[in-house]
């Protein structure tokens, strides 16, 4: 650069600098609509800064070696604006403590300096000491900002607009590509929704094979199906000749219902048969009742006989009275007569040896021996003879 | 470059811190490259967008009881399966489990009126019958991590018994009492956010839109300790392995169903339900004194995503008689993933499971 010369082509690196600090700093200052200068450059840095370059001492602009010389230029910054922050920080204009936190760290550095130490080669460790010193606070002040109640008046309705425009938008932009016949996200997305249903039924299949309510065809049951099925298809096939005597069986089902009507009286038929049967059992049963009936007849014949001959001894009874009136008198006749009896009985017994010794030589019955009682049969003649007859039948 | 230049800083040290700007970027201009998810596994099963992984053991497996693995709605499972190294995955399938996870994918337009009562009695059910199949069990374990934990407590209240044998809540958050939710609990509050606008606005919520609220919990840690703890990484030289995955899965947020975060704004976070016993899915009410199976219950201390009265309400809720609630030093990530999880989480992990897996 020519001595003690600005560049005539090329802008000067100063003036440059300061037309863009007083640019930015009246945009900063007209944006946040406060005091300009005095908000947009409140630690007067830039102030500060453009300062210190222009009342530079000339070797450091007529020098480009000593203009570029780090440690210069870090000394000559330093000890401009150190020197403000510190009053600023003395003075309340550090609510929040950065200041201090920065300005401690800028003496701990330029004591390494001071101290023979060069200077950082990574601005970056610089930077890093910084944050680390200052980044609780700044944390802790925009956490405080964006919980407080301004800050969310500020965001609920930017929050609110932002979505009623998207909104907007997007409809808008739905019915702009509609029109064009082009298909929309809403058309996509119902197109998904629908493969989604038909994964949903697939899944629920799937579930239900899982969960064994239904099972799964095997091989071995579709070839058992497959020949049950031809048992059955043989079975069916005489069918379609089947079908051809239909006419036929028409005409005999008829034959048949005529059969049927002739064959109905059968039935009572049947029955009266069926009472006739009975009927013969019943007279069967009477038959065998009525089999002792000749016998009974005969008995009751003999029953009228022997009523006829009860008669007669009854009409003989009669007569008894009358007989037992001459029973006195046949005591009478019988006391005499046991006198006689006595003295037969002593014959008797002399004619019973002798008969008994006949008798060794024959064998006539005993029944002779009522014979030898002539009282009795002379007595007794009729009860005896009635007896007799009777004892006889 | 003058002479100064070249004695003070060396040509060659510039070099290589030029070298390592133009990696930090590269990494911040063309995006995180980072390989994830490396534990070896297949898809057993799908439905609609999910997906069930089930991981190849390498080991002979020790414990017939399998893993179900349940994450969020939002956000990749894979956090889970990081990287080789720094995987609870990776470390349980070496110990001879069998670890399934139900991946839910991502949801599309159609999936906008997904709610809980698809993920809990449709989704979980189905998925707990496959694992049963194909591990040839009747019994499994369910672990749940942050919205997952949730999910899968609803789970077990509603089929407490078997096959369910145990139960993990890994910073499950149950308790959404106003005060214990943090900037949540204000932004969340029913006077200063309606999600119904959101969902009918979005559909699906999209994944930035959560993750910018996650990352707004803490702002300057994660909109700029980040990327400081990236450059600090590089221009030391240390491994930038775990930082990669990290920002990977952080950036890996997924769309949120509309009519599934309406009831989780409006039912959790501000009407609190779920502790009440109000939450009813399909008609049947969400009892969590149901619960009787052995819970380990586990929270960190630092985690701001699920603070540790949401996780530990828990406990006073179920009906378990085995239960434990196992605080770590942690946050809401790092719970699981990192140095500290491989030295305190997985080994407790193990050792809980051990005698409840055979």
């Not at chain 1, 899944?203 to 579709?222: K, L, P, V, W």
Request: proline content about 5%.
């Amino acid at each position: 650069m020519p001595e003690g010369g600005k560049p005539q082509g090329s802008a000067d690196p100063t003036a440059l600098w300061r037309q863009w600090s007083e640019t930015t700093s009246k945009a900063w200052s007209s944006a946040l609509e406060a005091s300009k200068e005095q908000y947009a450059d409140s630690y007067n840095l830039y102030r500060s800064w453009l300062k210190s370059v222009e009342n530079a001492p000339d070797p450091t602009k007529l020098n480009p070696l000593g203009r570029m010389n780090p440690k210069e230029v870090w000394k000559l910054w330093f000890d401009s604006t150190v020197g403000i922050w510190r009053t600023a920080a003395e003075s309340g204009g550090d609510p929040l403590g950065l200041l201090t936190a920065w300005l401690k760290l800028m003496e701990d550095t330029q004591a390494r300096i001071s101290s023979g130490e060069a200077l950082p080669t990574n601005l970056f460790a610089f930077y890093k000491q910084w944050y680390d010193a200052t980044s609780a606070t700044w944390a802790k002040f925009v956490e405080d900002a964006i919980s407080s109640e301004q800050f969310l008046e500020l965001v609920r309705p930017f929050l609110e607009s932002y979505a009623t425009f998207f909104k907007t938008f997007r409809n808008a932009e739905e019915e702009y590509v509609r029109s064009l016949q082009i298909p929309t996200r809403s058309d996509v997305a119902r197109v998904a929704e629908l493969v989604i249903s038909l994964e949903e039924k697939i899944d629920q299949i799937d579930d239900a094979f899982e969960e064994g309510y239904a099972r799964m065809a095997t091989r071995q049951s579709i070839a058992e199906l497959e020949s049950h099925i031809g048992q059955v298809a043989s079975k069916l096939t005489p069918l379609s000749t089947v079908a051809e005597k239909m006419g036929t069986m028409e005409i005999i089902t008829q034959r048949l219902s005529h059969v049927e009507s002739k064959l109905d009286p059968l039935s009572a038929m049947a029955e009266k048969v069926g009472a006739i049967e009975g009927i013969t059992q019943r007279l069967g049963q009477v038959e065998s009742k009525l089999d002792p009936l000749p016998t009974i007849l005969d008995q009751v014949r003999s029953v009228e006989g022997l009523a006829q001959r009860l008669e007669q001894v009854e009409s003989k009874l009669d007569t008894l009275p009358g007989a037992l009136q001459k029973a006195g008198e046949l005591e009478r006749l019988t006391q005499r007569m046991d006198q006689v009896e006595s003295k037969l009985s002593g014959v008797l017994a002399a004619l019973e040896k002798l008969v008994a010794q006949a008798s060794a030589a024959s064998t006539k019955p005993a029944t002779t021996a009522p014979r030898k009682a002539p009282r009795k049969t002379t007595r007794q003649p009729e009860v005896k003879s009635s007896e007799a007859h009777v004892g006889a039948e | 470059m003058t002479q100064e230049l070249s004695t003070e800083f060396g040509i060659e040290d510039t070099l290589s811190t030029l070298k390592k700007y133009e990696t930090g970027m590269r990494i911040l201009l063309e995006g995180v490259q980072a390989n994830t998810g490396q534990t070896p596994k297949e898809v057993i099963w799908t439905k609609n967008k999910a997906k069930l992984y089930r991981y190849a053991p390498e080991v002979e497996k020790r414990f017939p009881v399998p893993i179900l693995l349940i994450y969020a709605l939002i956000n990749r499972p894979y956090v889970m399966d990081l990287m080789p190294g720094n995987s609870l995955v990776e470390y349980l399938v070496h110990q001879g489990f069998d670890v399934y996870m139900l991946d839910w994918g991502t949801p599309g337009d159609e999936d906008k009126n997904l709610t809980f009562e698809n993920y809990v009695l449709d989704y979980i059910p189905r998925t707990v019958r496959k694992v049963l199949k194909h591990s040839h069990a009747d019994e499994f374990t369910l672990l749940g991590f942050c919205m997952g934990g949730t999910m899968a407590a609803m789970y077990a209240a509603l089929f407490p018994d078997k096959p369910l044998r145990n139960l993990i809540l890994l910073t499950a958050p149950i308790d959404f009492t106003l005060e214990n939710l943090g900037l949540y609990g204000v932004w969340m509050d029913e006077k200063n956010f309606n999600p119904d606008q959101l969902a009918d606005a979005f559909g699906n919520i999209p994944g930035d839109l959560i993750d910018t609220g996650n990352r707004m919990v803490k702002p300057v840690t994660n909109y700029v300790g980040t990327y400081v703890t990236m450059w600090d990484r590089i221009l030391q030289d240390k491994s930038m392995d775990t930082w990669l995955a990290m920002n990977k899965w952080v950036n890996d947020g997924v769309p949120f169903p509309g009519a599934a975060f309406k009831q989780w704004i409006r039912e959790f976070y501000q009407q609190n339900k779920l502790v009440k016993g109000q939450i009813f899915l399909r008609g049947r009410r969400v009892d969590l004194s149901r619960i009787t199976c052995p819970v380990l219950n586990i929270a960190g201390k630092r985690d701001h995503i699920c603070t540790l009265p949401q996780a530990q309400a828990t406990m006073s809720l179920i009906g378990s008689k085995d239960k434990e609630f196992f605080v770590l030093d942690a946050g809401h990530v790092g719970l699981v993933t990192g140095s500290d999880a491989k030295k305190n989480l997985w080994p407790h992990l193990r050792n809980w499971l051990e005698p409840r897996s055979k």
